[in-house]
C-alpha cells in the first residue's frame, strides 16, 4: 500500500458550509483559491475549476511522487500514532474506482484530470435546527444570538450560506452532470432541515439517477423524518446515516440543545425500519467524557454494533477539549474505561487512541478549565439551564481539584 495515496483527490470535491472548495473535510490548509489569490466558491467557480486548483494538482503530483502533502497532514499525524487514518479507510472503500497506477494514467504531468468528480461532499449552509455547545454560528444559524452574547458579533454576512441553487455556477455544473455522480455526502448544519438538501434528492430520483448513487449523512437526528424523506431513501442504492449523538437522555439534550431524547428514538427506529444503514459518530468532548460509556452500552443494546461507533474527537474550541478535564479526573476515566475494555476488548484500537490523547496535558490548562466552566454557566443563564442537573458527573470530577464550583 501506498504511503502516501489517497483516492480522494482524484474522485471527490468538497464544500464548506458558505461554498467555498475545500481539498477535504480534514485539511490543514483547506480552502482553494486560483492562481490569482482569488478564494474559490460554488458561487462564483465551477467544480473542475476547483478539481484542477493550484493546491488539488499540487496534491495530486506530490502523491504520485510519493511525498506527503502539507495539506494531508492530519491523516499522516493519525497513522504515525499507529491509528488507522481516514486515508486508510478512503483507500480500501475506494480501490476498485481509483488506485495508484490507474491515478498516474488518467493524471496529466501538470497534475490536472478531466474526471468529473464521483463523489460530492456538500455541506449546504449553516441551517440547523440546535445549538450544539461544541457548535458556531458558521455550522449552525441557531447560534447567532447567543454567540454574540458570549463572544461578540461574529460579523458573519449570512447571505453567504445561501448559495445551493441554481444562480450558483458550481451548483449548475453538479445539477449537469448528475450521471457521473455515485455517492453524495450530506453534512451541515443539519441536512434534513435545509430545502436545498431535499430538491437535490429529488431531483435525482425524478431524472432516474438515485439507482446508482449512495447518501451518507451525518445528522442530529433531532428533527423529525418525514415519510416523504423515508419514501426517495428508499429509491437510492443505499442511505447510510452517522448518528450524531454524544450522551443519552437529559446529558444528550444538554450537549445537542434542543433536542428531545424521545424524538430521536423514535427517529432511530423509522429509519432503521426503512432499511437506511445507521453507525454512531459521537463527538467526543469534556463535557461528555464521563457519560460515554452509559452511551456505548445503550448503543450496544439498541441498534449498534462496536464496529458502528466512530469517535470523532474535539479538538476545538479548546475549553472543551477532553484534555481540559483535571488530572484526577482522568484518572478516574482511564480506569473506568480500561476496565470497560476488559469486556469489550475489540474496541481497544478506537478506544486507546482516545485515552492518550485525554491524558496529554494542555497548555494553559487552569484558564481552559476556567473558561469551560464560565462558558456552561453563561449556557444555563441563556437557555434556563442546570449543568448541574444534566452533567452532574462532570460536575464532581470537576469540583475534585477544588479549582471550579459548578454547584452554583
Not at 484542477?52 to 506527503?68: C, F, W, Y
Not at 437522555?249 to 445537542?256: H, K, Q, S, V
Not at 467526543?284 to 452511551?295: D, G, K, T
Not at 479526573?329 to 478506544?351: C, R
Request: charged share 25%; proline share 6%; aromatic share 8%.
Amino acid at each position: 500500500m501506498s504511503q502516501t495515496f489517497c483516492p480522494l483527490p482524484w474522485i471527490h470535491v468538497a464544500t464548506a458550509t458558505p461554498g467555498d472548495f475545500q481539498v477535504c473535510c480534514l485539511a490543514r490548509h483547506p480552502i482553494m483559491e486560483n492562481s490569482e489569490g482569488v478564494k474559490l466558491n460554488v458561487k462564483t467557480h465551477g467544480i473542475m475549476e476547483a478539481v484542477n486548483s493550484n493546491i488539488s494538482r499540487g496534491v495530486r503530483q506530490d502523491m504520485l511522487e510519493g511525498k506527503a502533502p502539507k495539506a494531508c497532514r492530519h491523516c499522516f499525524d493519525v497513522e504515525e500514532l499507529g491509528n488507522d487514518s481516514p486515508r486508510l479507510g478512503f483507500i480500501k472503500k475506494y480501490h476498485l474506482d481509483i488506485d495508484p497506477e490507474k491515478a498516474k494514467q488518467i493524471t496529466k504531468d501538470d497534475g490536472r484530470i478531466d474526471q468529473f468528480p464521483q463523489y460530492l461532499d456538500l455541506r449546504l449552509g449553516n441551517t440547523c435546527n440546535l445549538r450544539c455547545v461544541m457548535c458556531d454560528p458558521w455550522n449552525s444559524n441557531q447560534w447567532y444570538k447567543e454567540w454574540r452574547e458570549i463572544y461578540g458579533d461574529p460579523l458573519i454576512d449570512k447571505s453567504v450560506f445561501r448559495w445551493s441553487n441554481e444562480d450558483s455556477v458550481g451548483w449548475r455544473e453538479i445539477l449537469n452532470h448528475l450521471s457521473s455522480v455515485k455517492e453524495i455526502y450530506f453534512t451541515g448544519g443539519e441536512p434534513t432541515v435545509i430545502p436545498a438538501h431535499l430538491d437535490l434528492i429529488k431531483k435525482l430520483v425524478d431524472e432516474g439517477y438515485s439507482s446508482q448513487i449512495s447518501l451518507i449523512y451525518n445528522s442530529n437526528l433531532a428533527a423529525k423524518i418525514s415519510d416523504q424523506m423515508l419514501d426517495l431513501w428508499s429509491k437510492f442504492k443505499l442511505v447510510t446515516i452517522g448518528c450524531s449523538l454524544d450522551a443519552v437522555g437529559p446529558a444528550l439534550e444538554y450537549i445537542r440543545y434542543p433536542s428531545r431524547w424521545e424524538v430521536i428514538l423514535k427517529n432511530l427506529e423509522r429509519i432503521k425500519g426503512a432499511g437506511c444503514k445507521i453507525w454512531l459518530a459521537p463527538t467526543v468532548q469534556a463535557l461528555n467524557a464521563p457519560y460515554l460509556l452509559e452511551l456505548f452500552d445503550w448503543a450496544l443494546d439498541s441498534y449498534f454494533t462496536l464496529d458502528d461507533i466512530s469517535l470523532n474527537i474535539l479538538r476545538r474550541p479548546a475549553h472543551l477539549n477532553l484534555q481540559v478535564l483535571p488530572h484526577s479526573a482522568k484518572l478516574e476515566l482511564e480506569e473506568k474505561y480500561l476496565s470497560w475494555l476488559m469486556i469489550h476488548p475489540e474496541f481497544g484500537t478506537k478506544l486507546k487512541p482516545m485515552i492518550g490523547y485525554m491524558m496529554r496535558e494542555p497548555q494553559n490548562e487552569i484558564p481552559l478549565r476556567t473558561q469551560l466552566v464560565n462558558y456552561c454557566l453563561s449556557i444555563d443563564r441563556m437557555r434556563d439551564l442546570r449543568v448541574n442537573q444534566a452533567l452532574p458527573e462532570l460536575v464532581r470530577l470537576l469540583n475534585k481539584q477544588r479549582h471550579t464550583d459548578l454547584s452554583l
